[in-house]
């Protein structure tokens, strides 16, 4: 069983819809959470950082942790055609980070 | 990208030669690592370093070795050894006590 488990999607969606993202995960130690957000022959580029459970809104992006279900969520308000890329979730437990394959977004203007 | 670099951005190699991939970094972050990213696999560790001249494996550290004789600088070296090497290979750091990598822009290498 992978650690992290990620719908690769392709997920299609019009402008202005609500983005659900969503990875679950096997490891009940890891407690530090991220979603990365990568375009294109780029390097991944932090979007959220949360500890824990709970949720943790920044701007459009909400991320949200639920430990007891192992499974954690990114939410886009109001997706921009600026948001199609991949989105990787990402967790530690301590100095190893492990990912999930990422799910490719496509926002349709 | 912030304070990391990675050269070159393409890399073209023949088969049984060995390359060297940079990742400079002016964060001051303590810890530094190497990741492969192929397509539906996500990324995986190659090998991370946390101290200068101390380093550990991955995941996946056959045919791949690196060196930390200063706190910016971390390069891999694929050697021929390395069966499958084409991929996009990233480099990321993190300031410890912390518990969030950034990423440097990547280098993708292609075997011919």
């Known amino acids: 069983q992978k650690e992290v488990e990620q719908d690769p999607g392709p997920l299609s969606v019009p402008e202005g819809a609500i983005v659900s993202l ?3 995960y096997s490891n009940s130690a890891f407690q530090y959470f991220m979603w990365y957000r990568q375009y294109s022959r780029k390097g991944p580029e932090l ?3 949360t500890y ?3 949720n943790k809104e920044d701007g459009r992006f ?3 942790v639920d430990k007891s279900s192992k499974y954690i969520s990114l939410f886009i308000r109001d997706s921009q055609p600026s948001d199609s890329a991949t989105y990787l979730c990402a967790m530690s437990a ?3 980070f492990y990912f999930g394959t990422g799910t490719s977004l496509t926002v349709i203007p | 990208d912030g304070g990391i670099t990675q050269s070159p951005k393409y890399l073209f190699r023949k088969e049984g ?3 060297t991939l940079s990742c400079e970094q002016n964060l001051n972050h303590d810890a530094m690592y190497w990741y492969r990213q192929d397509p539906g696999q996500g990324l995986r560790l190659i090998y991370y370093s946390q101290i200068v001249n101390d380093f550990q494996k991955g995941d996946i550290a056959e045919g791949y070795s690196v060196s930390r004789e200063k706190k910016e600088s971390f390069p891999l ?3 021929s050894a390395q069966k499958n090497p084409t991929a996009f290979y990233l480099c990321a750091t993190r300031r410890l006590a912390t ?3 950034y990423f440097g822009p990547g280098t993708r290498l292609t075997v011919l």
């Open chain 1, 22 to 24: 969503n990875c679950t």
């Open chain 1, 47 to 49: 979007l959220m950082y």
């Open chain 1, 52 to 54: 824990s459970s709970g």
């Open chain 1, 62 to 64: 909400t991320a949200q």
């Open chain 1, 94 to 96: 301590g100095n190893q």
């Open chain 2, 17 to 19: 030669q060995n390359v």
């Open chain 2, 77 to 79: 070296t694929v050697t």
């Open chain 2, 99 to 101: 518990y969030t990598q």
